[in-house]
């Protein structure tokens, strides 16, 4: 079937819409963030105009580099775990009956359905000494008192991880519902046991989800800001933590901005990888 190609105004209302939205609420802000990030710094305001590249040229220094290492470490570590984590779960509901999966994604959904503000105080309280998890260990007898859990890089990773993971789930559980069954069944009739037919047969027929899934989750992870803040130290900061910092509490806004734009390049950048990997994966198909 081949495609016609638009031959009248009319053809094209259907992106229209689209369009609008896309220059209004992404084109002109990412814009003006852009023109902000060459300004001058007002330290009676927010800023002057200027075309200036002081504000790029604090990317070179060890603060700037140490913040972001860390947060694309903890990127990182966070796409890996909820990846592991979250693989061989969706592969066992994928198993299930259609009952139970159903379940079992309403109840993943309405993870999805908390906020990070909210995440963060339950976490908050649950890491705490006065209501955490330790009281129930003291009242067990395996700790003499209550201890708080955080802040520390445990406690971010954790609740990062409780975040990231409903959306890694959801993400690998289409994929994993097509694949089809009969590998697994070819495997065993060659007497490949279960875990090793899991490990050499569904994990890489998924290796190209479980890499766009990985990307996705490092892209959603990259962008947290309430739980480092919240669970964490200052060193534990990502970031969009700074940004923050930086635009409201310290007002150099064209400083914010600059990494605004960085942050949202790399994001943009991992997110044109996971749509290579996906073109790919439909190419082999």
Known sequence: MRREPPR??????????????????????????????????DPAGFYSRDFIFDNYERFLSAFFGGVLSF???????????CVIL??????????????????????ILSVLSLSEVIIGFAWTTL??????????LVWLGLMSE?????????????GMVYQALPYTILVLYPAIVRLDPTLMEAART???????SFFNVIVPAMRSTITATLIMVFVFALGSYLLPQMLGRPQHWTLSVLITDQAIYQSNMPFAA?????LVLMSLAFVGLTLLVGARKGAEA
């Open 258 to 262: 600059a990494m605004a734009v960085f």
């Open 146 to 158: 209550p201890h708080a859990l955080m802040p520390n890089f445990g406690a971010v990773l954790t």
């Open 71 to 81: 947060s694309i470490m903890l990127a990182i570590v966070v796409a890996i775990i």
């Open 8 to 41: 009248s105004l009319a053809d094209y209302a259907p992106i229209a819409f689209p369009a609008i939205m896309l220059l209004v609420f992404f084109v002109i802000p990412f814009s003006t963030m852009i023109a902000v990030s060459f300004f001058r710094r």
């Open 190 to 196: 060659l007497g490949s046991s279960p875990l090793r």
């Open 127 to 136: 890491f705490s000494r006065t209501a955490g998890l330790t009281n129930i």
């Open 86 to 107: 979250a693989f061989p779960f969706t592969w066992l509901l994928s198993q299930a009956s259609r009952r139970v999966q159903i379940v079992w994604l309403v109840a």
